[in-house]
């Protein structure tokens, strides 16, 4: 006793101390995880930011550059001619330099527009609507500037322009962002969207450059990514916009770097970076790393437990091993007289399948035997009058060959019609051990020769939709399944509203190679509370010496287990001829296979 609380305290200060250990070490782990990836986050942002920073004051030096150098080649009077030139200068530098889109206007001294490169739109005075042009007007000195005008967000740099020591005007040079974010997502692999502030949007709407705009914000940069669109669509915009540095969402490191000019916000840049191209290796290793010291920590502890438990256990063992042989022993012994009881219930079970056939072939014969005095009744009385007829005749003295030859012929065909009913009978009652080949049509019409005089004598109508099928399958077991739902539907009409039409619908067609027959009838349905009882044996609505409970029983034996098929019953609501009925439907479906050679 003292040896297994020993080895249950043993295995329980393993589990305890493990536990506690994997539950620590997991959260440290997971929290240094986190901070490192923080900081790799926080320095990659930082560096972004700043190379940002650095690409705009870069381009925008740039553009005054540019600008400076083209001053000193134009010469006021010869503006008209130098159009051309600066359009070629325009084309030379989107080949040949990061400069693909730039602008240029030449800007009389009067503030007057003589020339745009973008436009055909020429002399209309811009002192009027620009202060920047004006003060320029008035120092005549060099100006740079970023700026957000009709067309876009663009770099702006004027240059005055002089002839003979005398200012005659200003050349103004335009330069756009999309190089820096087409050189960003070349060099540092990120997907960037220049974001103007919506305060702008109004006066960009009509000529903007990009013409991309994403909730009435106007996006700067022309080569901005399809995808990276979409999803700022399907995202809270305005949340992204206020990030502070950075944010880590769905797959993206999203960082938000201001685009600000004397103290005013212009647009947001946003980088979108993916987090499977930032390198965590060394994250990565020190995770592993730490869970893989875990691990060892715990097999150490456990190899240390064991080997202290592994005396005590020993000599335990030893009984245990006995013990073991012992109930070996004694579960064999079990098995084998589990084996019999089941042996002896399979035995029991068949038996008394078998009785449940025979009783339902009993019940059925009992039927058909009805059914054969009924079939019968007809022929025979016809055949009795015409004998009668005959003898009469012939002992009165009127009987003529004409006559006798009539008469002789409506008795051979009432003796052929009784021949062909007992083998209708004879074939009910023969059982099949083996599938047979047989039409649907031929198949129907002999079902209908055995009720047919039972259920006319109830006026019961039956209506039948056959379809021309061959069917493959046990034809006297499938015929009685079909003789017992008849039988049981007639039953349930004979109880109903005497007022009612009595209606028995009959389809049989194939599908997805089944056979599929649909029984309905107009007797009103079945109980909803008895419904799914109905194909246990024994269970019967009907007194005892009108049902014994086993014709339904024996059709799904029938249909499941020896066909392989299936049948359901439900209750149906159906029109004909402009009246509802409601009623019961069994829907049978057997396996069409083919007769193999």
Not at 179 to 208: C, F, H, M, W
Not at 237 to 253: G, P, R
Not at 397 to 403: A, D, H, L, Q
Request: proline share 1%; hydrophobic share 35%.
């Amino acid at each position: 006793m003292k040896k297994n609380i020993y080895r249950v305290t043993t295995i329980l200060t393993f589990i305890v101390i493990s536990i506690l250990a994997i539950m620590m070490t997991s959260n440290y782990i997971l929290k240094k995880e986190k901070e490192l990836l923080d900081k790799k986050y926080i320095n990659y942002t930082s560096n972004l930011q700043d190379k940002i920073q650095s690409l705009i004051l870069r381009k925008k030096n740039a553009t005054v550059a540019l600008s400076i150098t083209l001053a000193n080649n134009i010469e006021m009077s010869n503006v008209l001619t130098e159009k051309e030139k600066l359009k070629d200068l325009s084309l030379l530098l989107r080949k040949e330099t990061d400069f693909k889109n730039v602008w240029f206007q030449i800007v009389d001294k009067n503030g007057i527009s003589l020339y745009r490169t973008w436009s055909d739109k020429t002399n209309d005075n811009l002192s009027k609507i620009r202060k920047d042009l004006n003060n320029m007007l008035k120092h005549r000195s060099a100006k740079s500037s970023i700026s957000v005008g009709s067309y876009d967000m663009t770099f702006k740099a004027m240059i005055p322009l002089f002839q003979d020591g005398e200012f005659t005007g200003v050349l103004e040079s335009i330069t756009h962002f999309n190089s820096i974010s087409r050189g960003l997502r070349k060099s540092d692999k990120i997907e960037p969207v220049i974001i103007v502030d919506k305060k702008y949007t109004k006066q960009l709407k009509k000529n903007a450059f990009t013409k991309i705009f994403l909730k009435d914000h106007y996006v700067a940069n022309l080569s901005v990514n399809k995808k990276t669109i979409e999803y700022l669509n399907q995202n809270d915009l305005d949340t992204l916009l206020n990030i502070k540095s950075f944010l880590v969402k769905d797959e993206y490191l999203i960082i938000n770097s201001p685009v600000v000019y004397n103290n005013e916000k212009l647009a947001n840049f946003l980088s979108f970076k993916k987090l499977s191209e930032i390198d965590t290796t060394y994250i990565s290793e020190y995770k592993q790393n730490a869970f893989s010291y875990l691990g060892l920590f715990i097999v150490l502890l456990g190899l240390i437990l064991f080997i202290i438990s592994y005396y005590l256990y020993s000599r335990e063992l030893k009984k245990l091993y006995s013990q073991l042989n012992a109930n070996q022993k004694e579960l064999y012994k079990l098995n084998n007289s589990l084996q019999q009881t089941v042996d002896d219930e399979v035995s029991k079970n068949y038996e008394k399948n078998k009785i449940l056939f025979q009783q339902s072939k009993m019940a059925a014969m009992g039927e058909m035997i009805g059914n054969i005095a009924h079939q019968w009744r007809q022929p025979l009385s016809l055949i009795t009058t015409v004998a009668s007829g005959i003898k009469m005749k012939k002992e009165m003295g009127i009987f003529n060959e004409s006559e006798y030859e009539e008469s002789m012929d409506t008795i051979i065909n009432s003796a052929q019609y009784l021949s062909t009913t007992i083998d209708d009978f004879r074939n009910f009652f023969s059982p099949t051990k083996s599938k047979s080949l047989f039409n649907s049509k031929v198949f129907i019409k002999k079902v209908f020769n055995l009720v047919s005089t039972e259920f006319r004598n109830k006026n019961i109508e039956i209506i039948s939709d056959i379809k021309d099928v061959n069917i493959y399958t046990y034809e006297n077991e499938l015929l009685q399944v079909l003789i017992n739902i008849l039988n049981n539907s007639r039953d349930e009409l004979l109880q109903s509203d005497k007022n009612e039409k009595r209606l028995i619908f009959i389809n049989l067609y194939e599908r997805n190679n089944n056979v599929v027959i649909d029984f309905k009838d107009s007797a009103g349905g079945i109980d909803e509370n008895i419904i799914d009882r109905i194909f246990e044996p024994y269970f019967t609505t009907k007194h005892q010496s009108q049902g014994t409970g086993i014709g339904l029983f024996m059709s799904e034996e029938i249909i499941c287990k020896h066909m392989d098929g299936k049948i359901e019953v439900s209750n149906e609501k159906f029109d004909y001829e402009n009246q509802r009925y409601y009623g019961a439907m069994f829907s049978l479906s057997i396996p069409n296979e083919r007769e193999t050679t």
